[in-house]
T-cell receptor
Framework: SQTIHQWPATLVQPVGSPLSLECTVEGTSNPNLYWYRQAAGRGLQLLFYSVGIGQISSEVPQNLSASRPQDRQFILSSKKLLLSDSGFYLC?????????????FGPGTRLTVL | AQSVTQLGSHVSVSEGALVLLRCNYSSSVPPYLFWYVQYPNQGLQLLLKYTSAATLVKGINGFEAEFKKSETSFHLTKPSAHMSDAAEYFC???????????FGKGTTLSVSS
């Protein structure tokens, strides 16, 4: 069966510090991968998605970036965090064939920027 | 552009009562529709999905939803609420497999004894 991991689970960072959140998927090959942010009052918003290694599409202009160095690894980064980057970050994956239409979510990372 | 409207940010029911969470969507093509549930500080768990098969979709934990194209609705129901159903529920839509999900703002369900 497939599982998705995210770490860290929680993170408190000062404004201006760098960020690296990691997401890995097990039990599937060549998944589509997604980063969403859930912020108070702004609902769930797609940040990035990837259909393969090195292929990243950005949905919202911001100071965040994403990378996919391996097939089942998706990383969200920032060089300098802003207060507005606080939120709950969710990684998701979808598979190929009949499962492409369904996204499965990880446990999330709670980021607080102070 | 696609959009999803969830009517009612908060719904309160008594244990054993009917649960009805409303979702309306706009899409220019036959959509993929989903309901997810989120418990505090956890990720989203898929409840059920509609992908152009049967219009009445059964999901986990006794939930079901009916796709009504004429009303552009995909309301979520459960005949009898349980305390463990208290959570936030999200309706989502996409018009193409593998693309971004567009989420509604969510409905918080409270269940009282």
């Amino acid at each position: 069966s497939q599982t998705i991991h995210q770490w860290p689970a929680t993170l408190v960072q000062p404004v201006g510090s760098p960020l690296s959140l990691e997401c890995t998927v097990e039990g599937t090959s060549n998944p589509n991968l997604y980063w969403y942010r859930q912020a108070a009052g702004r609902g769930l918003q797609l940040l990035f998605y990837s259909v393969g290694i090195g292929q990243i599409s950005s949905e919202v202009p911001q100071n965040l970036s994403a990378s996919r160095p391996q097939d089942r690894q998706f990383i969200l980064s920032s060089k300098k965090l802003l207060l507005s980057d606080s939120g709950f970050y969710l990684c998701a994956w979808s598979g190929g064939g009949a499962q492409t239409d369904t996204q499965y979510f990880g446990p999330g990372t709670r980021l607080t920027v102070l | 552009a696609q959009s999803v409207t969830q009517l009612g940010s908060h719904v309160s029911v008594s244990e054993g009562a009917l649960v009805l969470l409303r979702c309306n969507y706009s899409s220019s093509v036959p959509p993929y529709l989903f309901w997810y549930v989120q418990y505090p500080n956890q990720g989203l768990q898929l409840l059920l999905k509609y992908t152009s098969a049967a219009t009445l979709v059964k999901g986990i934990n006794g939930f079901e939803a009916e796709f009504k194209k004429s009303e552009t609705s995909f309301h979520l129901t459960k005949p009898s609420a349980h305390m463990s159903d208290a959570a936030e529920y999200f309706c989502a839509v996409s018009d193409q497999a593998g693309t971004a999900l567009i989420f509604g703002k969510g409905t918080t369900l409270s269940v009282s004894s």
